[in-house]
T-cell receptor, first 112, second 113 residues
Framework: AQKITQTQPGMFVQEKEAVTLDCTYD???????LFWYKQPSSGEMIFLIY??????QNATEGRYSLNFQKARKSANLVISASQLGDSAMYFC?????????FGAGTRLTVKP | DTEVTQTPKHLVMGMTNKKSLKCEQH?????MYWYKQKAKKPPELMFV???????INESVPSRFSPECPNSSLLNLHLHALQPEDSALYLC????????????FGSGTRLTVV
């Protein structure tokens, strides 16, 4: 089974600053790209952004962007202009068979 | 309509109770999933339904019994649970091409006492 690695259990960022959350994967299967989800304390898993494995450019979605380095098998999430509401767990994930494999997650805390 | 609705949001049940979790989507997705998530851990797959047929069972104990009455509904029947089954149960749906990702519900927080 592929392994999705998030090396930062917890991150702090000052409000209005940018933060980067790391994610790497270990499979060479190009069938699927990589997803990022946000999970607030309420529990819902909210889709943020997707990077296709064949995409030439980094994905962007509002304040979210991905720093995709295919050779390094990494797709780090960049959140610009952090807001207090960004405090949550962040998971990167990738489909495998019938499953969506998740990394261990990073808990982001935005400080006022 | 781009959401997955789960009910109830919270559930407390005794070890001898029988209860059911419900999940509904109207996005035309033909794959639906149950995930279990313990605190501070990522979600773990329990069941997958594809075109209303159970296509995978990740060796989940028989005290969890899934049901897919139609393409929009997914149930999880609970019976004789243990305290360690307390967790957040997430339902998700997707197109058959999982490159489009999953849409998750807000989950049911289950406490077994």
């Amino acid at each position: 089974a592929q392994k999705i690695t998030q090396t930062q259990p917890g991150m702090f960022v000052q409000e209005k600053e940018a933060v980067t959350l790391d994610c790497t994967y270990d499979t060479s299967d190009p069938s699927y790209g990589l997803f990022w989800y946000k999970q607030p304390s309420s529990g819902e898993m909210i889709f943020l952004i997707y990077q296709g494995s064949y995409d030439q450019q980094n994905a962007t979605e509002g304040r979210y962007s991905l720093n995709f380095q295919k050779a390094r098998k990494s797709a780090n999430l960049v959140i610009s202009a952090s807001q207090l509401g960004d405090s949550a767990m962040y998971f990167c994930a990738r489909p495998e068979g019938n499953d969506m494999r998740f990394g261990a997650g990073t808990r982001l805390t935005v400080k006022p | 309509d781009t959401e997955v609705t789960q009910t109830p949001k919270h559930l407390v049940m005794g070890m001898t109770n029988k209860k059911s979790l419900k999940c509904e989507q109207h996005m035309g997705h033909r794959a639906m999933y149950w995930y279990k998530q313990k605190a501070k851990k990522p979600p773990e797959l329990m069941f997958v339904y594809s075109y209303e047929k159970l296509s995978i069972n990740e060796s989940v104990p028989s005290r969890f019994s899934p049901e897919c009455p139609n393409s929009s509904l997914l149930n999880l029947h609970l019976h004789a649970l243990q305290p360690e089954d307390s967790a957040l149960y997430l339902c998700a749906s997707s197109r058959q091409n999982r490159g489009f990702g999953y849409t998750f519900g807000s989950g049911t927080r289950l406490t077994v006492v």
